[in-house]
């Protein structure tokens, strides 16, 4: 049987989907959402209602993802724009070295295995990002996009 890493700081909706293999800690998940095995999902997150997020995800620390939003398969959220390993002096960066940079994806919007999403933007309502992306930009509502950089390929 598998494990479940679900922190007491976790706050998680009505009827919401926990597969093993999964790394929760202070986080906001809503009703009837769906997290797929060898998750994690960070602190200062936000997952909305009915959202299904596929296997082999990471969902950092920043990230606020709305309503009936699908994640696929190994979806990489990043929440910094220039990371390092060590401070100027050479000491291991600790939170106070960085900032974190914050991503919105609004409701409805579909993001294709293996995509990365970069911080600082927004996927709009409805949009949809091909697999295999990496998503630079801010993307429209409705919106389809793919490569990388992630271009809209719809009108």
């Not at 602190?43 to 995800?57: A, E, L, W």
């Not at 409805?108 to 970069?118: F, P």
Request: hydrophobic share 40%; aromatic share 6%.
């Amino acid at each position: 049987m598998g494990n479940k890493v679900i922190a007491s700081n976790v706050v998680l909706g009505k009827n919401v989907i926990l597969n093993d293999f999964i790394n929760l800690y202070g986080c906001r998940i809503g009703d009837e959402t769906k997290i797929g095995p060898f998750v994690e999902i960070q602190k200062n997150t936000i997952v909305g209602k009915r959202c299904k997020i596929s296997s082999h995800s990471f969902i950092c620390e920043g990230v606020t993802i709305e309503d009936e939003v699908f994640i696929g398969h190994g979806v990489m959220f990043i929440n910094d724009k220039f990371p390092r390993s060590v401070t100027e002096s050479g000491e291991l960066q600790s939170e106070e070295d960085w900032k974190v940079v914050k991503t919105v994806i609004k409701k409805g919007a579909s993001i294709g295995s293996n995509a990365t999403i970069l911080c600082g933007i927004t996927l709009g309502f409805g949009s949809l990002v091909g697999a295999g992306s990496v998503v630079v930009n801010d993307v429209p509502d409705n919106a389809v996009v793919a490569g990388n950089p992630a271009k809209r390929i719809n009108k």
